[in-house]
């Protein structure tokens, strides 16, 4: 067993790979985080949605059947992020040479939002945040185009899950201090044990009978099992009773797309991610354009010369993003972000010896906080078809809003838009007009599922939550993997360092081993201002060899291979 060195590790618990169980032929190496097979393979956070894919690829479903019946299942398992009442992003790469799709399943604005309607600010946990969802038409739009199994067969997993339940385990902790918080009556009844009133331990057991009937009518009638019908009723009450936006209007014209992902090469391999209105695919693009333009490898990865070069090729992308990036179908987007010209220009403007103070690169901004939650998985099925899925209900459990009778959270995205024109929010969003509030337009994400090919075959997927940090996660394994040539399991576990131009700081994340501090004192030097901090979780696929290798991030997270 191969042991990584400390300074590739972010978690010294994890020093050492665990020694791998042989479970079958085909199944070369499992244990709950790492998962290697010839036949597919599913990461996720939850350790029971990722199983629930895996079933799906062992039935014979591609790499889309078991994304869509993964993010089902996370909707039950993983209720922070998991969800049917958010949106996101499905990235499909598919191996019979059709073009790689991008599925925009964003949430959008209702019809009656205007610029201003959230000038007062106030809390965002609560009705008047949510954003249309679009989790369900997305995934039967992904399903439509790319899916071979019976719709019916995706869904049902997770509605036993729901009916059935599950043990809690480490998600006893996080429900029990939700739930505290929670001022919604239907949240405590529906995830509180006994409705709130007593504490839930690690090895109870959470049934949610509502959810489960929701997702019946899902796997019934597909989009009318949501946008009409029983659930959107019961939504639609919903709004009433809390003062929200959303009507049946909203939800029939709800619809979800197909879009060109991001294209761009590094070091030889072609890389696609998420277009607008994700800043994720551009903003890395414009990162790994600028650094190509350096031989990083000969510095060394944890060099403080490469250190800060990444740090100013975050910088730069992060001012470009909070300028330009919106909803391309209701702004311009300049075309040159992309260019590996511009890409150029910016790495020539990079003091080699000095950190570039952000204010130079446009107007000093708010300093701006961020949370975790949102929810990254990486599939692929034995064709070497791959999916790369980021879908979130923006904040943990979203608005804290439980449809009455139907069992789902609904999400408060409402908050990515930059809602006080002129003034940054608490997501980094400025007030620029490109992400302004419009009836129907899709607030600017951070979302950046991707995955990098070579010679037309899938080398990568990867992605992350995090709010505006996802990017830098993503760049931070892609570098690790396509630059450093690391292993998936320390290309996910490495230190990573974040820097979104405001606030001008770096967060680092696993620095904090006395190995760095040196490292850390010389960027100091420079002008960095280090902090600690940072986040993510990467649940991440490389393909080696023949092998699908998978590896999840968080302690919780699972990765499952499919036997056969
Ligand atoms: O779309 C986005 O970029 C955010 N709504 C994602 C949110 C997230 O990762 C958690 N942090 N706030």
């Given amino acids: 067993m191969l042991c990584a060195s400390v300074r590739t590790v972010r978690r010294l618990s994890l020093l050492c790979v665990l020694s791998l169980t042989v479970a079958t032929p085909n199944v070369l190496a499992q244990d709950q985080r790492n998962a290697t097979g010839e036949y597919g ?131 006893a902790q996080g429900l029990n201090r939700a739930v505290e918080r929670s001022e919604n009556d239907e949240f405590k009844r529906v995830y509180g044990k006994g409705g709130g009133t007593q504490l839930w331990q690690a090895s109870d057991r959470l049934v949610l009978s509502d959810l489960g009937s929701t997702l019946r009518r899902i796997a019934r009638w597909g989009n009318d099992g949501f946008y009409v019908g029983e659930t959107a009723d019961l939504l639609v009450t919903e709004m009433v009773r809390g003062d929200g936006y959303i009507t049946q209007n909203d939800l029939s014209s709800y619809a979800a797309f197909i879009r060109e992902p991001i294209r761009t090469t590094f070091r030889g391999n072609e890389i696609f991610s998420a277009p607008p209105p994700s800043s994720g695919g551009i903003a890395l693009t414009i990162m790994l354009g600028i650094l190509e333009n350096f031989d990083l490898k000969s ?43 511009y890409a150029r220009e910016l790495a020539a403007s990079i003091d080699p010896r000095h950190a570039t103070m952000s204010e130079k690169l446009g107007p000093r901004l708010t300093e701006v906080e961020e949370s975790q939650e949102t929810t990254h998985y990486s599939v692929i099925d034995r064709t070497g078809m791959a999916v790369s899925n980021t879908y979130t209900l923006e904040q943990g459990y979203g608005s804290g809003v439980v449809v009455t009778g139907a069992g789902f959270l609904l999400n408060n995205e409402m908050g990515d838009f930059n809602r006080n024109p002129g003034v940054t929010n608490r997501q980094g969003s400025i007030g620029t007009s490109a992400n302004l509030i419009v009836a129907e337009k899709r607030m600017l994400s951070s979302m950046t599922p991707t995955i990098a090919v070579r010679d037309g075959k899938v080398v990568m997927v990867t992605g992350s939550p995090g709010g505006r940090t996802i990017i830098n996660t993503v760049l931070n394994v892609t570098l690790n993997i396509l630059e450093f040539e690391m292993s998936l399991r320390d290309a996910v576990d490495a230190p990573r360092l974040n820097m979104q131009w405001f606030p001008d700081r770096v967060g680092f994340q696993g620095f904090d081993d006395p190995v760095f501090s040196d490292l850390v004192k010389q960027l100091t030097v420079m002008g960095h201002r280090v902090t600690s901090g940072g986040g993510g979780d990467a649940n991440s696929i490389l393909v080696k060899d023949g092998l699908f290798i998978g590896a999840a991030d968080n302690q919780n997270g699972g990765a499952s291979a499919a036997r056969r």
């Fill in 299 to 341: 510095k060394g990865r944890w060099s403080p010369e490469t250190m800060h070069l990444i740090i100013e090729s975050m910088r730069r992308a992060y001012a470009d993003r909070a300028r330009y990036l919106g909803d391309s179908d209701f702004v311009e987007i300049p075309v040159h972000l992309t260019t590996k010209g």
């Fill in 41 to 171: 393979v599913v990461v996720s956070r939850s350790v029971e949605a990722s199983n629930v894919g895996a079933a799906i690829l062992e039935q014979g479903g591609n790499a889309v059947d078991a994304a869509i019946a993964t993010g089902f299942a996370l909707a039950v398992t993983y209720p922070s992020a998991g969800n049917i009442g958010g949106g996101g992003f499905m990235l499909v790469h598919p191996s019979d040479g059709r073009d790689p799709a991008f599925v925009d399943y964003r949430e959008k604005a209702p019809l009656a939002s205007t610029e201003d309607m959230y000038i007062d600010g106030g809390s965002r946990k609560n009705h008047r945040w949510v954003g249309v969802p679009g989790t369900v038409a997305g995934f039967v739009l992904a399903h439509e185009q790319f899916g071979t199994l019976p719709w019916e067969d995706l869904v049902m997993p997770s509605v036993r899950l729901a009916e059935d339940g599950f043990v809690l385990k480490s998600l």
